[in-house]
């Protein structure tokens, strides 16, 4: 900033003097009106930058830090002259010294990273989290010269997402114990009224298991958020046979809905190695969403069939309200549903499909999503067969 005022003063007093280097009078007087809107411009600018409450930093392309504003020096404890001049890397933990050179690798592709959640060091060692929003500097000829960074403290926002998780955590294994017990007693007491005959009972105990199988799923959801934000949700793999596995979520998925028609066309002998528990988890997500997201009486189809010699596919197809093309890009995303009238009265916690995508990650594999306003949807997925 000082520095372009001593250029525009310099520039006014050669003006001012004859024989300056601008000879015609009406090009000085726009020069000097000129320096002054940029140099207001700059004012402005400057005030901004110096107000926010994020830091905002920029650095050259080799990383070395150029400007530094105040947020910048709250939030990592070093001052402007500590910093500029100096290399980012002091901020950076030593085991994520790799992504700089990630970052820097997309930014120098003119890329832009937005809302990085990440880790860095302040000057008094402490570790604190962060969201970085990263976008290149481009010269007035559009070559990219340099990097901005803003950088907003998240430490207490993680906090509080920490303890929501724990409390989570805490809550449903609290209650899958319980709920274990009830659902054990509710069989028990089905078989025996399904020999005296007691055609009102045994309805009303089928309908109380379903509420149960229910809450089960819903339990284990969470359970498995809390694992997978925890960085904890590992998978166990085990040959079975994916034909009985989808028997099963069948059956399971006939007594909670009665009123749907659940198809499933079978692949028979198709034996895989993956979490048994988990795939169950993604099939009985899939199919309670198709449930939940079509109306009674209308069609699921379960489909198993294989899609080259050594890969099965998988599919959940119903005919219910269907995604938009905007949703469908937002779908696999932590608590995210659709804000639409008709899904006010559908409960759901936007976990599901989530959790979903995260298990078949861990599978090396990837949901996919086709669907139709108004038509039904299509989810799907593909695993490796054993031979
Ligand atoms: P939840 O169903 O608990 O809201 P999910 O993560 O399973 O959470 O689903 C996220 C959102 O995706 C839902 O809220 C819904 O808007 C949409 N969705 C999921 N499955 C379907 C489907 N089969 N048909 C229509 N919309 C669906």
Known sequence: ??????????????????????????????????????????????????????????????????????????????????????????????????????????????????????????????????????????????????????ARDITDKKLEEQRKNDFIAIVSHELKTPLTSVKSYVQFALSKVKKSGDTFTEGLLIRAEAQTQKMAILINDFLNLSRLEEGKMSINCSRFSLHELMTEIIAEGRMLAPDHQIEYESCQDGTINADRDKIGQVLNNLLNNAVKYSIAGSRIHVSCSLATPE?????????????????????????????????????????????????????????????????????????????
Request: net charge negative; hydrophobic share 40%; proline share 3%.
């Open 311 to 387: 890969m099965v596919l998988i599919s959940v197809a119903d005919q219910g309200m269907g995604i938009s093309d905007e949703d469908q890009k937002r779908l696999f995303e932590r608590f995210y549903r659709v804000a639409d009238d008709k899904m006010k009265n559908i409960s759901g916690f936007g976990i599901g499909l989530y959790l979903i995508s995260e298990i078949l990650k861990l599978h090396g594999s990837k949901i996919k999503v086709e669907s139709q306003l108004g038509k039904g949807s299509v989810f799907s997925f593909a695993l490796p067969i054993e031979a």
């Open 1 to 150: 900033m000082d520095n372009f005022r001593k250029l525009r003063d310099q520039i006014s007093n050669q003006v001012l003097k004859e024989g300056g280097f601008v000879e015609d009078l009406q090009q000085k007087e726009l020069l000097i009106s000129a320096m002054q809107i940029a140099e207001e411009r700059m004012a402005t600018l400057t005030a901004i930058v110096e107000s926010s409450d994020d830091a905002i930093v920029s650095k050259n392309l080799s990383g070395i830090v150029t400007s530094w504003n105040k947020s910048a020096q709250r939030i990592f404890g070093f001052t402007a002259e500590e910093m500029i001049g100096e290399p980012i890397l002091k901020l950076i933990p030593e085991d994520r010294l790799d992504e700089e050179p990630r970052i820097l690798a997309r930014i120098s592709a003119g890329e832009r990273v937005d809302h990085f959640e990440t880790k860095r060091v302040t000057k008094y060692g402490t570790l604190i989290d962060v969201s970085l929003t990263i976008s290149p500097v481009r010269s007035p000829s559009g070559e990219i010269i340099g990097v901005s960074k803003i």
